[in-house]
């Protein structure tokens, strides 16, 4: 079992920015990659960005390309999501994952969420 656990959301104008933690504990060895997503009311939840967690190969969805900038620190068990040029759209509960070696689409822990609001 991984627990996740999530911090840093919060209210910002538009054009702010906001950086999102995520601590992982419990079997932090099965990890493989972890991954941001995020659900806006009335809308499914999307994928927003994710990285090997031994490093390496980030990915992106278009819309936070540029902008957003996935990372970790394997020391702390932390992942993090620095978000800049925020945008109204942007507004959302975003929550972190973890998968093993599996299927890249197949995360098996999620944490509790942390609520992002962005203000026009």
């Known amino acids: 079992q991984v627990q996740l656990v999530e911090s840093g959301g919060g209210l910002v104008q538009a054009g702010g920015s906001l950086r999102l933690s995520c601590a992982a504990s419990?079997?932090?060895?099965?990890?493989?990659?972890m991954g941001w997503f995020r659900q806006a009311p009335g809308k499914e939840r999307e994928f927003v960005a994710a990285?090997?967690?031994?490093?390496?190969?980030?990915y992106y969805a278009d819309s936070v390309k540029g902008r957003f900038t996935i990372s970790r620190d394997n020391a702390k068990n932390t992942l993090y999501l620095q978000m800049n040029s925020l945008k109204p759209e942007d507004t959302a509960v975003y929550y972190c994952?973890?998968?093993?070696?599996?299927?890249?689409?197949?995360?098996?822990?999620w944490g509790q969420g942390t609520q992002v609001t962005v203000s026009s």
């Open positions: 990285e090997r967690w031994s490093g390496g190969t980030t």
């Open positions: 994952a973890s998968r093993g070696p599996g299927r890249p689409d197949q995360y098996d822990y």
């Open positions: 419990g079997r932090t060895s099965s990890i493989y990659a």
